[in-house]
């Protein structure tokens, strides 16, 4: 698919562009002593259709397991360097993945309708008989699609994404949001320290990386970066702070050393609240705590963030994810089994919240038939 698309290309540009022509051929006319490279007409033309040929049939061989191990359609959205909105439409099944195509919603309203719309094309092109599952994100237009799907065609089912689940239940735990009730007053009280300690290590890291002066001093303590995570990526806070354990040492000798006092800026209550924190043992604490509490969701999410067919095990590893996030929490809060955890009751519903809108009879039935 790749040569496809690169011969596509150069095609495009040597019938297109006059920079293009002429340059291809000032080579020909300097090429090697015995080799004569094609005219850019045939290059776009017969040889661009062998190619064609070439890589459709590769995809046969992938093709012809669909009948006999079904396909599963997964859909995306996301936005070019161009900032136009793409949706785009994988097959995968037991041998590997293959892109189907991707198309340019601009201008268009993203209704479940429109939607479904496109899903169907897909499904019809693939055959539905040989369709299983259809997997996109949980959002509220994508998951009005996937029950359009579910009516139409009766043997299909739409799967929330995993990894978008368990991305959301990171957020929810990580970024609590301000209560409206008096039941949210509660879980805020019980995670916003969380939010707290986020939000200082990213002013920490905006501190460090956005001046020139002290991101050199940071490299000459640190041979490691630290990370600019986009709040795009999956576990993005988490990913942020386990960085910020790996460089604890060096961001600790940064500020006691001597080129640290001696730098002067003009906020320099800044420069000091950045100090204090990062010599703050109890901040330190927290940043472990909550990276070992939230390590075995983090964990479940790169397994299942995998090419490799994972259904079957989607079913155990929430229960022993739930079981794993349980046992670190219950042992830093030194409790037994039987006694209650506040804590641990908050982190748990946000759990199951998310499991109870994300699992399909797909996931019992997959475990079941697991032979493991």
């Known amino acids: 698919m790749f040569v496809l698309c690169c011969c596509a290309a150069l095609s495009f540009n040597i019938a297109r562009n006059p920079y293009y022509r002429e340059s291809y051929k000032f080579a020909a006319s300097h090429s090697l002593d015995g080799y004569c490279p094609p005219s850019y007409d045939k290059l776009r033309t017969t040889l661009l259709q062998q190619e064609r040929a070439h890589v459709e049939t590769l995809l046969d061989r992938t093709k012809s ?11 995306d959205g996301w936005t070019d360097v161009q900032r136009r909105p793409l949706i785009n439409f994988i097959a995968v099944c037991e041998t590997s993945p293959m892109f189907l195509r991707a198309i340019n919603a601009f201008g268009e ?5 429109y939607i479904a719309e496109k899903l169907v094309a897909v499904v019809e092109e693939i055959g539905p008989k040989n369709v299983v599952q259809i997997i996109t994100d949980n959002a509220a237009n ?17 799967t929330p994404c995993v990894v978008h689940t368990l991305n959301l239940a990171l957020k929810n735990i990580c970024a609590a949001k301000l209560p409206r009730t008096e039941e949210e007053e509660i879980v805020y009280d019980e995670l916003h320290w969380i939010t707290l300690v986020a939000g200082d290590a990213s002013m920490i890291k905006n501190y460090i990386m956005n001046h020139g002066m002290r991101l050199s001093m940071f490299n000459e303590f640190s041979k490691l ?3 600019a995570v986009a709040e795009t990526r999956f576990a993005s806070v988490i990913v942020m702070l386990k960085r910020f354990l790996m460089v604890k040492r060096a961001l600790q000798s940064m500020v006691i050393s001597d080129a640290w006092e001696t730098y002067r800026e003009d906020n320099s209550g800044l420069a000091r609240h950045v100090r204090e924190k990062i010599l703050c043992e109890r901040w330190w604490e927290n940043v472990g705590y909550i990276v070992d509490f939230t390590d075995p969701i983090y964990e479940m999410l790169r397994v299942a963030d995998t090419d490799k067919p994972c259904l079957h095990l989607i079913y155990e590893m929430w229960d022993t994810m739930i079981e794993n996030v349980k046992k670190v929490i219950y042992t830093k809060e030194k409790k037994q089994d039987d006694e209650q955890s506040t804590f641990f009751s908050i982190v748990l519903g946000i759990l199951v ?6 699992n399909t009879p797909l996931h019992c039935l997959a475990h079941s038939l697991n032979p493991r």
């Open 65 to 75: 397991v669909w009948p006999e191990k079904g396909v599963t359609i997964c859909s």
């Open 109 to 113: 309203e993203k209704t479940k309708e």
């Open 142 to 158: 994508c998951k009005g699609a996937g029950l359009i799907i579910q009516q139409k065609y009766d043997n299909i089912f739409w």
């Open 225 to 227: 970066k630290l990370l």
């Open 353 to 358: 919240d998310r499991w109870t809108k994300s």
